[in-house]
């Protein structure tokens, strides 16, 4: 459990707030690694890189991180982007640009500029925080957060931070158990009684079980707190290394395992949720994983509250009207069950079943739309039928479309993974594409 003295607790956070604001997080830079392509997303990450994908009605994927930062008191953030941006960009713009530098808060982003070498992009994780060191050390920060852009989850992170301090670390790993089965996709990690990290393997092909736990393992959650002159040592070090991958992962964690004060946190510790539930983190990196998550937030207790106003998810939407919902015909009417719908839609004479719709959605009669998730500004056509899908931002589905029913055919337009879920794009439906209105 989280070793924080519980007198420095009630100085720093309110009775009955969930937020642990205090001199820590003011004195802490934010580093959003945001890059990623987030190719297991297939068609959805043609436009935009994997922060950028919509993601719960409204949001973006980076949606989440950023508001953890915000909620926890972290407001000095730099986002670190590379692939496909632009969509991004623009939605830190839009959304993002609230935060007053006048008061030292803001966020920055941060392409990759070739700083370093201008035949090299950013070479790996490291590499892209390395390269932004000068705006880092502008800003003076005792502590740097090391962040990833494509996780849903809500922690804050202020804890990670006063467990960090009070163990003198020179480093803090956050980590979540895994089943043992799906341990080989993170970064596994033992520990000691002081939860001192004491081996420290990325991706390994076969992981390390906890202790007296054989199905469980111990995984690295992509999150670091590094003391800021620790940091800007190791990453010289680490650029100076010929044989280095330039990733924290791979190389700069192992490295502080063996030879430094190296910690872990547990998400139990420091994430925000009921605490009778188990904590929340999804990497919703592949199109079954989105869309379950998707779906997931549309039951009746979700295992993630949207609704909690003590930490809001904090993003930018266009102003819409209210969603409308239009005729009362026993053949012709617009309904939604078990469904979440955005600001702007209309479902004229249509029905909707354990769905989301993004905002602006258009659905004309005597439509069915079930299990699906349809981004926004979407138009279905009459005499529809969509089951299991996710459809892309802009497409425009002719009237009489059946994609959901027949998984052979639909294998012949569309990308439909192993599970049944079938992705539709406008490429797929061979509409023009431009990629300021598709990301």
């Known amino acids: 459990m989280l070793p924080t003295n519980p007198e420095s607790v009630s100085r720093t956070r309110r009775a009955g707030d969930p ?21 297991r997303l297939h068609e959805l990450t043609d436009w935009r890189s994997k922060p950028a994908v919509p993601f719960g009605g409204k949001f973006r994927i980076i949606d989440f991180t950023l508001s953890n930062c915000v909620n926890s008191g972290v407001r000095r953030v730099g986002v ?90 020179d480093l803090t790993v956050a980590c979540i158990e895994v089943p043992i089965n799906e341990a080989r996709g993170f970064g596994v ?58 990733d924290f992962g791979k190389d700069v964690i192992p490295h502080c395992v063996r030879h430094h004060q190296v910690f872990a946190q547990n998400f139990v510790d420091s994430h925000v949720g009921d605490p009778e539930k188990p904590p929340y983190w999804r990497d919703v990196g592949t199109l079954d994983a989105y869309w379950e998550a998707n779906m997931d937030l549309i039951q009746v207790i979700p295992q993630l509250n949207l609704y909690d106003d003590n930490w809001p998810i904090w993003t930018w939407q266009p102003q819409s009207p209210p969603a409308k919902f239009v005729f009362d015909q026993d053949d012709r009417r617009g309904t939604a069950v078990n469904s979440m719908v955005g600001g702007g839609c209309i479902v004229s004479g249509s029905t909707l079943r354990r769905s989301m719709l993004f905002s602006g959605v258009r659905i004309q009669d005597f439509s069915l739309i079930e299990d699906s998730i349809v981004l926004s500004g979407v138009r279905i056509g009459q005499h529809c039928i969509l089951r299991k899908c996710i459809i892309d931002k802009n497409c425009v589905i002719p009237e009489g479309t059946r994609i959901g029913v027949n998984p ?9 993974t192993a599970s049944g879920i079938t992705l539709v794009s406008r490429v797929m439906l061979g509409q023009d594409v431009s990629p300021l209105r598709y990301s």
């Open 80 to 169: 670190a982007t590379q692939y496909k941006s632009q969509s991004l960009i623009r939605h830190l713009q839009l959304g993002w640009s609230f935060l007053d530098g006048r008061l030292g808060e803001f966020i920055e982003i941060m392409p990759a500029q070739q700083q370093v070498d201008e035949a090299q992009w950013y070479r790996g994780t490291a590499d892209a925080v390395f390269q932004n060191l000068r705006e880092i050390r502008h800003a003076r920060p005792e502590f740097v957060l090391i962040l990833s852009g494509d996780h849903i989850y809500r922690m804050d992170y202020g804890r990670i931070l006063a467990a960090h301090q009070e163990r003198n670390a």
């Open 19 to 39: 937020r642990f604001v205090s001199q820590l997080t003011r004195n802490t830079f934010a580093v959003v690694l945001a890059g990623g392509r987030g190719s």
């Open 189 to 246: 990690m033992a520990i000691d009684d002081t939860q001192r990290i004491i081996d420290f393997e990325e991706k390994p092909e076969v992981p390390k079980h906890l202790p007296g736990r054989a199905d469980t393992a111990l995984a690295s959650m992509g999150i670091y707190v590094f003391s800021a002159r620790f940091l800007f040592e190791q990453l010289q070090r680490d650029t100076d290394d010929p044989t280095s991958s330039h």
């Open 408 to 416: 052979d055919e639909d294998r012949q337009r569309f990308h439909v």
